[in-house]
């Protein structure tokens, strides 16, 4: 499976941007993580596609929204009310098969990653 993110951007504070990852195979759970300048990479939302089950972290609960369009087999998120704390490159990542959702907040838990999309909000 090949993941291709796009859509970051730099914006200011209280912006939206939404990113986009688009599948070249058939997955289970697709989710998104980020990491930040000195970080490490940490959760940002997941989907189960079976059961449209998601879980988001808690630091984007409210301003962010994950979605899937099966038909295009793209993932998506929808960022809104940027902080400048949000800047990072975030990635998209998928599995083949469920696991309860709890789980997937770990990143060991995907077996597939895109290349990053930079998101910078300037404040």
């Known amino acids: 499976v090949q993941l291709q993110a796009s859509g970051g951007g730099l914006v200011q504070a209280g912006e939206s941007l939404r990113l986009s990852c688009s599948a070249s195979?058939?997955?289970?759970?697709m989710g998104w993580f980020r990491q930040a300048p000195g970080l490490e990479r940490e959760f940002v939302a997941t989907?189960?596609?079976?059961?449209?089950?998601?879980y988001y972290a808690d630091s984007v609960k409210g301003r962010f929204t994950i979605s899937m369009d099966n038909a295009k087999n793209t993932l998506y998120l929808q960022m809104n009310n940027l902080k400048p704390e949000d800047t990072a490159v975030y990635y998209c990542?998928?599995?083949?098969?469920?696991?309860?959702?709890?789980?997937?907040?770990?990143?060991?838990?995907?077996?597939?990653w895109g290349e990053g999309t930079l998101v910078t909000v300037s404040s």
């Open positions: 990542a998928a599995r083949l098969s469920a696991v309860v959702i709890s789980a997937l907040r770990m990143e060991n838990q995907y077996n597939y």
């Open positions: 989907i189960r596609r079976t059961t449209g089950h998601i």
């Open positions: 195979g058939r997955t289970a759970v």
